[in-house]
């Protein structure tokens, strides 16, 4: 269970606390951004390796995806019926795949919001 993940050039950090995200500068430990990610516990963060998308599950069954620049949500994707416990992106960033306690696995176009699964 990732609850940071640093960015794929490694100037950034996301650190999940409670129901938020904190962007941070790695260099300067600076936060950039704090985001109110969702409604109960943040158990799950991750970057694309491309750099265009930030992602983060949580105990309200939810899977964010964040536009990495301006970190505002993109999409919000609903499916899961218990805790979002991990999220993960494919190497290109077209498609992310997120755990549950509820013993699925899906995956999702984050562009899209096309649940692949």
Same mark, same amino acid.
């Given at each position: 269970? +990732? ?8 100037? !950034? ?6 129901? *938020?995200?904190?962007i %941070?500068? $790695? +260099? ?10 969702? =409604?109960?516990?943040?158990y799950a ?10 992602? &983060?599950?949580?105990?309200?069954k939810? $899977?964010?995806?964040?536009?990495? !620049?301006? %970190?505002? $949500?993109? =999409? &919000?994707?609903r499916?899961?019926?218990? $805790? ?6 494919? =190497?290109?960033?077209k +498609? ?9 696995v *899906? ?5 899209t919001?096309? &649940?692949?699964s």
């Amino acid at each position: 269970m +990732e609850r940071i993940a640093y960015s794929p050039d490694g100037s !950034k950090l996301a650190a999940a606390h409670y129901t *938020r995200l904190s962007i %941070f500068n $790695v +260099e300067t430990n600076e936060v950039l951004c704090t985001v109110r990610a969702h =409604s109960d516990y943040v158990y799950a963060v991750a970057w694309s390796y491309c750099g265009q998308w930030l992602a &983060s599950g949580g105990a309200d069954k939810m $899977v964010h995806v964040y536009d990495a !620049k301006t %970190f505002e $949500v993109k =999409s &919000s994707l609903r499916g899961h019926t218990d $805790v979002v416990r991990s999220v993960c992106f494919s =190497s290109d960033g077209k +498609e992310l795949t997120s755990g549950s306690e509820d013993s699925t696995v *899906r995956n999702w176009n984050p562009a899209t919001r096309a &649940s692949l699964s």
